[in-house]
């Protein structure tokens, strides 16, 4: 059983940054690719961006691209969300998952997913 820690979430003014973390426990985090999505109030849970198993191929939304960058450090079990030039509409609860893939994108199955963290950007 994987789990999924999420941390880094919290308020911020347009235009700052934050970084995300995800911890994940198990032997097999190296071997699968993991993603962030999140979901803002009232709307369904949207795909960020994926990170293959090794960390070669990255995948982003159209709405994050040039803003955030997903990576990995498998000798920590974690995978981070650096985002950057913060905007109002980047406000959601933000959930890293785990495919059961190598190399995964938005419409790949993500097998386990965190409980999720809070990103509110103020204007």
């Known amino acids: 059983q994987v789990q999924l820690v999420e941390s880094g979430g919290g308020l911020v003014q347009a235009g700052g940054s934050l970084r995300l973390s995800c911890a994940a426990s198990?032997?097999?985090?190296?071997?699968?690719?993991m993603g962030w999505f999140r979901q803002a109030p009232g709307k369904e849970r949207d795909f960020v961006a994926s990170i293959s198993w090794a960390g070669g191929i990255t995948y982003y939304a159209d709405s994050v691209k040039g803003r955030f960058t997903i990576s990995r450090d498998n000798a920590k079990n974690t995978v981070y969300l650096q985002m950057n030039s913060l905007k109002p509409e980047d406000t959601a609860v933000y959930y890293c998952?785990?495919?059961?893939?190598?190399?995964?994108?938005?419409?790949?199955?993500?097998?386990?997913w965190g409980q999720g963290t809070q990103v509110t950007v103020s204007s």
């Open positions: 998952a785990r495919s059961g893939e190598r190399v995964a994108t938005r419409t790949t199955v993500w097998g386990s």
């Open positions: 198990g032997r097999t985090f190296s071997s699968n690719a």
